[in-house]
């Protein structure tokens, strides 16, 4: 019996963030991946890479023209996540809404489920 999920979004403003950074890097038809590593003082930290290729054990969600792939052991606490690209005054970057998410660390980088 396979699990249903609700699966990863991806807002506007971060998907023209992600298309801007694959045409920089002259691969605007590949994908970003996204998932979980163990880090910080929460114990998980999100990570955000190219995606060149799609494994076996991926699944791949589709939003604004943007492919986002998340591989299997990331999206049982990814499930239902939604990145967002985010200006402030002197900070941005990608920000997870994630509700899973029980508690984050006080610096913001790390969190628990």
Do not use: W
Request: aromatic share 8%.
């Amino acid at each position: 019996m396979q699990t249903e999920t609700k699966g990863v979004s991806i807002t506007e403003k971060a998907a023209e963030k992600v298309k801007d950074m694959l045409a920089k890097r002259g691969t605007p038809e590949a994908a970003v991946r996204i998932g979980v590593t163990t880090a910080g003082c929460s114990g998980m930290s999100y990570k955000l890479e190219y995606a060149d290729t799609v494994g076996e054990g991926d699944r791949v969600f589709e939003e604004h023209g943007i492919r986002v792939v998340v591989d299997g052991k990331s999206l049982l606490v990814m499930d239902g996540v939604q990145m967002d690209f985010v200006i402030e005054q002197f900070k941005s970057g990608f920000r997870f809404a994630n509700p899973k998410e029980k508690e984050r660390c006080g610096c913001g980088e790390s969190f628990k489920i």
